[in-house]
């Protein structure tokens, strides 16, 4: 389920709510998506407050109806390195939200992914999955993190090159705001999907060349994950003809990384770029703490705390200071699952 928390929290809380009760052993895998704009528009230290109020009151609110939830949503895009070879214009909410749709399809890829029998051995896709099973993977184990980051690069590299240009796991880049790069984490448990990657030039890499790359990629990697599922497909991305034209003049007509620009446009479209190679990766990792630990500390200093400049904006939405304190909770225990001396440094504040 994918929710945009610009202003349908309370709608999405009470759907997620009914479908909890509806569904009580059916986990809830939650994407809250937010565009550039709400960054763009904020004239005020008011506007930022009633902002941060809200992230924390709506985020804090749908994580208690999910078993995992996924943030997605950098205050600019275009700015990031996800957009290298891209051309957006944050004001323009298509350009965003085709990048963010982009990274959910590829990522929910082993969703729609047929399963093997015991002895398949498919030469077309691996690694399917269903939603319980990510679930289980990323936010069941031993640490119970339940908040995942959402890694992509668009177009994916070629799996072959020189290390610096063409390196797949290096160019993955985080669409989840507020997340340290580098982070050292022995517990790290990853979701990594690949699809239609190429070897080199315009060459499909079949599955078996896909698992050996990511392999000697991990091999060679300062850092690996504690544990990662791979699962690939030879199919790219196909761009549909309403895609805004957001490819940079290095992508060619089926997403391949050029050695040097086309010239004439620095924007293409789906009638330039047919299809992109796509790799993403779900990820939970200590990572997101400073993403939890910024909510939780701005519902504290503008809802809970006395004197808070926020408590009648949020009386005014319907919240007393029961419920502020349930989301305080809710939020806390979030990050004392990732930070297990959260509870003594607090309490020595």
């Known amino acids: ?29 939650l994407y809250t998506v937010r565009g550039s704009g709400s960054h763009l528009n904020l004239r005020s230290r008011k506007q930022k407050v009633v902002r941060d109020l809200h992230d924390a009151v709506s985020f804090s609110r749908l994580a208690s109806f999910s078993k995992m939830i996924v943030p997605i949503g950098l ?26 749709a982009a990274a959910l399809h590829s990522a929910s890829l ?20 269903d939603v319980n099973g990510i679930v289980q993977m990323l936010a069941g184990q031993a640490r119970q993190n339940m908040v995942a980051i959402l890694d992509v690069t668009m177009p994916a590299p070629g799996l072959t090159g020189t290390e610096d240009q063409q390196s797949l796991l290096g ?7 507020e997340v340290v790069e580098d982070a050292e984490d022995l517990q790290v448990v990853e979701s990594l999907i690949v699809q239609g990657a190429f070897t080199e030039g ?19 990697a300062t850092t690996r994950p504690m544990f990662c599922h791979l699962s690939t497909a030879l199919c790219p991305l196909p ?33 330039d770029v047919h299809s ?21 500390e701005n519902l504290r200093k503008f809802g809970i705390n006395r004197g808070a400049p926020g408590t009648e904006l949020l009386r005014s939405w319907g919240f007393g200071k029961d419920e502020l304190e349930d989301f305080g909770e809710t939020l806390s225990k979030m990050v004392m699952t990732l930070k297990p001396d959260f509870e003594r440094s607090s309490d020595s504040d």
Do not use: W
């Open 1 to 29: 389920m994918v929710d945009d928390s610009g202003g349908f929290s309370a709608i999405a809380a009470d759907f997620l709510e009914n479908i909890a009760d509806e569904y009580t052993n059916t986990p809830a895998l």
């Open 75 to 100: 205050p600019f895009l275009s700015e990031s390195k996800v957009s290298s070879f891209l051309h957006i214009e944050d004001e323009k909410p298509y350009h965003c939200s085709a990048v963010y």
């Open 110 to 129: 082993p969703f729609r992914m047929e399963m093997p029998g015991p002895t398949a051995d498919s030469s077309e896709i691996c690694g399917a999955i």
């Open 171 to 177: 160019n993955l880049q985080s669409l989840t705001p």
């Open 202 to 220: 315009d060459h499909r890499a079949s599955v078996s060349e896909v698992k050996n790359a990511v392999q000697a990629a991990y091999e060679r």
């Open 239 to 271: 761009i549909p003809l309403p895609f805004p034209s957001i490819f940079g003049n290095l992508i060619g007509q089926q997403g391949e990384l050029l050695g040097s620009p086309i010239l004439g446009s620095q924007s293409r479209g789906s009638l």
């Open 276 to 296: 992109i190679p796509m790799a993403a990766r779900l990820r939970s990792s200590s990572a997101v703490l400073p993403f939890l630990e910024n909510r939780l």
